[in-house]
């Protein structure tokens, strides 16, 4: 009998030190290939379609994890095999293959910075995301130009011209458009509701507030000027007068090569042309930022009607009409005639 328990004894302590022995091993097999001062990285990219086996004998063949299948073996006692994200990933031998999958599987992809300047227009916007390789150009314009688009993404529309927000942004390639223009959206949407915490006390709509922080980011660049360039374009709302800015005109006219023309300011069919309408014009010209639109919140207090450029970005304040056509004269007018 002291026998038989002896045995049994000797077989639990051999059976112990088996399974000891096995999940060392177990636990070696998912370690790092390489330590930290030889690690290694890798641009990975999971497509759509990827099984989880092919992308584990894919890593070992890349000597990014140690073993598939003990990698299989892994993400199925952690459920993690129909869970894979698609993207493109840096991926180092030195990390651990639990580490490697938890990166794979929760999305930790690679990011790519993009900066949006104020003032761009949607075409402008998609060539640049086209030019990073983060959005194929007319996929993005057709969601910017989906009449049901502004409803769906939370503004007043026409279109999202205007609402695609100019800031530095890190998306990663292969995001849809649509989350691209989104999250440009929703910036404008979080930076208008920090300069208006009360958005129904103001008197203007989210439509006429982004269309006029859009004129008026279009028709200078000198960041002092702002506030006077909105209050001028807002006292002469409040008078009846037309807009007559430049900006809105050319917006209007397809394929502008640059050069302003009097039959594009008699242009009636034109529906930007304030030199025509009244108001402002149906929509957004540009994407303003953060200092045009508190412009419009926070206009000057001054009487001036109207304004003309000095040719070197800045601009000359009128409160009259003969002010203003002496101010003309010797800013342009002399000027073309030199």
């Known amino acids: 009998m002291k026998r038989a328990f002896l045995a049994l004894g000797v077989l639990a302590l051999l059976g112990a030190i088996a399974a000891g022995a096995a999940w060392l091993w177990f636990e070696r097999e998912l370690s790092p290939v390489a330590v930290p001062d030889a690690a290694r990285e890798v641009m990975w990219t999971v497509e759509a379609g990827d099984s989880f086996w092919a992308v584990a004998a894919k ?51 690679k990011t790519y910075s993009v900066s949006i300047p104020e003032g761009f227009r949607a075409t402008e916007i998609a060539a640049r995301l086209a030019a990073a390789e983060l959005a194929e ?9 989906d009449p049901e688009s502004p409803a769906r993404f939370g503004v007043e529309g026409p279109t999202l011209e205007g609402y695609l927000f100019p800031d530095t942004y890190r998306f990663a390639r292969g995001l849809p458009a649509e989350r691209i223009a989104q999250a440009m959206v929703d910036q404008f949407k979080a930076v208008r509701a920090e300069l208006l915490p009360d958005p129904e006390s103001f008197h203007l709509s989210m439509r006429e507030h982004a269309t006029l922080a859009s004129i008026v980011e279009k028709e200078t660049g000198a960041a002092h000027e702002r506030p006077l360039i909105a209050a001028v374009f807002l006292n002469r709302m409040k008078r009846g007068m037309k807009l007559q800015t430049d900006p809105t005109v050319i917006y209007g006219i397809k394929d502008f090569d640059g050069n302003i023309k009097r039959i594009h300011l008699e242009d009636a069919s034109n529906p930007y042309n304030t030199y025509r309408i009244r108001g402002l014009p149906p929509g957004p010209i540009a994407s303003a930022g953060r200092d045009a639109l508190r412009a419009v919140v926070e206009p000057a207090e001054t009487p001036y ?34």
């Open 59 to 109: 890593l070992e063949r890349e000597g990014v994890i140690r073993n598939a299948r003990v990698a299989r073996w892994y993400a199925q006692s952690e459920d993690l095999a129909s869970k894979l994200k698609i993207g493109e990933y840096v991926l180092s031998n030195a990390k651990s293959t639990p580490e490697i999958f938890d990166a794979l599987t929760r999305g930790r992809v």
């Open 137 to 145: 150009e007319d996929a993005f314009l057709t969601i910017v130009f």
């Open 305 to 338: 009607l109207f304004f003309v450029s000095r040719n070197d970005g800045t601009h000359v304040f009128a409160k009259t009409n003969a002010e203003h056509e002496r101010n003309v004269d010797e800013y342009q007018r002399r000027r073309r005639r030199r």
